[in-house]
């Protein structure tokens, strides 16, 4: 089967996207790029994130909703949320990530959406879940960062707790959601029944913590210092960021000849039978003489020079890069993943596609994000069927825009 034959994985599955901010428009943004129609469903106002941008649609609102169409609806309106409920019985999903209970106090909550379709797989992102006694707390992807345990282990050794600098569990959550949307998808092909499906961003971030726990594990179940760069558990060596000439390169050997290969860039071979570096666990036990070693070297050269003489050796490392480097990364660009675009808005910018790559379906691409409400009627016209006096009519009674 050609390219050019072959669909895209989700074409046919109708979305209705609810989601707000990062967790749940990641999640519709995967299936988006999958091949599904979804829809971006917001308020008459649009959704919270677009007021981010000061009057004008923030760079992170349109990396995370192409290829979605967009309608408006009230919601807290009688006939807003009978709309709903005829989109509902068209749909394949619904996804949000509102606070627990939300959806219930309008009256739309999943037990209500799931009797109206049977098929409907109500997919629900939250910090905590829909039950427990925390279900109700606040949650932000900074504070389930500081719940969840993140700060508490990143940082410098000797500093206090620090977050991330990347929305860590908000994302984490929305791949999470995207994998249990298809699970279901899949089970509901053998069924023919639907179901809930839920993400806490504080249970999806745990995994993530592998390391760190088995650091705790080690140290009797008692917090462990925080270790900057250096390995969680102090389970490698080299295993840490070096200062170059004009930067810093990340170095790490996990395997004995990657560690024999560096000591030949070290012109230190001879260190290869020294009993303190016979193993990876006596070379963790030596690590701050190790990094005594690969740092009066790296110190020497620039992080490109570093990073290629250690690539032609199969020493594992890699410059450390800033965001403008990044997003002019020529790899991922001839991948796919990143486009430079022209946005109507903002001008020149790079817009990501999906990380997953569905081989022999057609090369990714980007349909820009849509305004508040931008295809509201072309989507009540597809999927009820509406003509354009009675959606002139929802507009005018302020039910849609």
């Not at 349109?62 to 309608?71: C, F, H, P, Q, V």
């Not at 290869?272 to 190790?290: G, H, S, Y």
């Not at 570093?306 to 594992?316: D, F, G, T, Y």
């Not at 796919?336 to 001008?347: A, R, W």
Request: charged share 25%; with cysteine; net charge neutral.
């Amino acid at each position: 089967m050609s390219q050019q034959e072959k669909k895209w994985p989700l074409e046919g599955v109708r979305v209705l996207d609810l989601g707000q901010i990062y967790n749940g428009p990641y999640a519709g943004f995967l299936m988006a790029h999958a091949g599904a129609d979804v829809i971006k469903l917001e308020p008459l106002h649009g959704e919270i994130l677009r007021q981010r941008g000061g009057g004008v649609v923030p760079l992170s609102f349109a990396m995370l909703n192409t290829n979605k169409r967009g309608i408006a609806i009230n919601l807290k309106d009688q006939i807003g949320k009978n709309i709903l409920k005829d989109l509902v019985k068209k749909a394949d999903v619904l996804l949000e990530n509102f606070s627990p209970d939300a959806m219930d106090r309008l009256g739309l909550g999943s037990d209500v959406l799931t009797k109206i379709n049977p098929r409907l797989i109500y997919a629900s992102g939250t910090g905590y879940g829909l039950s427990g006694p925390d279900k109700n707390n606040l949650a932000m992807d900074l504070t389930v960062q500081a719940i969840g345990g993140v700060m508490s282990i990143n940082g410098p050794e000797d500093g206090p707790p620090m977050k991330t600098g990347l929305a860590i569990c908000d994302f984490v959550g929305g791949v999470h959601l995207y994998a249990g949307i298809t699970t279901a998808l899949y089970e509901r092909e053998k069924t023919g029944v639907g179901r809930i499906v839920e993400v806490a961003m504080q249970e999806a971030i745990y995994p993530v913590l592998t390391s760190n726990i088995a650091s705790l594990h080690r140290n009797n179940w008692k917090q462990p210092e925080r270790r900057g760069n250096k390995h969680p558990t102090q389970g490698s060596a080299p295993y840490n960021v070096y200062a170059t000439k004009d930067g810093f390169i990340a170095i790490i050997c996990v395997k004995d000849a990657h560690w024999k290969n560096l000591l030949g860039i070290l012109g230190r071979s001879d260190l290869k039978d020294d009993p303190r570096f016979a193993t990876q666990a006596l070379r963790a036990n030596n690590e701050d003489i190790i990094d005594g070693l690969v740092e009066g070297w790296t110190k020497t050269i620039t992080k490109k020079q570093a990073a290629l003489m250690l690539k032609e050796c199969w020493v594992p490392a890699a410059p450390v890069r800033d965001l403008e480097e990044v997003t002019d990364d020529v790899h991922m660009h001839q991948r796919g993943m990143l486009h430079k675009v022209q946005h109507p808005i903002m001008g020149d910018v790079v817009l990501p596609t999906s990380p997953i790559k569905f081989h022999e379906s057609p090369d990714p691409s980007i349909v820009f994000e849509p305004s508040i409400g931008e295809h509201t009627g072309q989507v009540l016209r597809d999927w009820l069927g509406l003509d354009v006096d009675t959606i002139e009519h929802l507009k005018y009674k302020k039910v849609v825009s």
